[in-house]
């Protein structure tokens, strides 16, 4: 029973691999606690969330039943930085 109850919590975790060696490249320690990287996946799930739900609203404000790339680019248009990189992300998908 207990087994099964920490399978299912630990299945919402996709991506403790890629956390982990990202934190590595950036100066954490080789194996990080599993605890630390499932908190920044959590982190990270809910920004994501959270920007989609805002990016949903601007489509709905202007009118669209469906997100586009300018609802994004419009939600981080005062950071150019990130402008430049999710333009750059998106021409790769062409």
Do not use: N
Request: charged letters at 35%; glycine letters at 2%; a positive charge.
């Amino acid at each position: 029973m207990d087994r099964s109850r920490e399978r299912d919590r630990l299945a919402k975790y996709k991506y403790i691999t890629e956390i982990q060696q990202m934190m590595y490249v950036f100066g954490e320690v080789q194996d990080p606690l599993p605890e630390t990287t499932m908190l920044i996946e959590d982190i990270v799930r809910s920004q994501v969330i959270e920007i989609i739900v805002m990016a949903a609203a601007q489509a709905q404000r202007r009118g669209s039943r469906f997100m586009a790339a300018e609802d994004f680019i419009f939600l981080i248009r005062h950071d150019r930085t990130k402008v430049l990189r999710l333009k750059e992300y998106l021409s790769w998908k062409d």
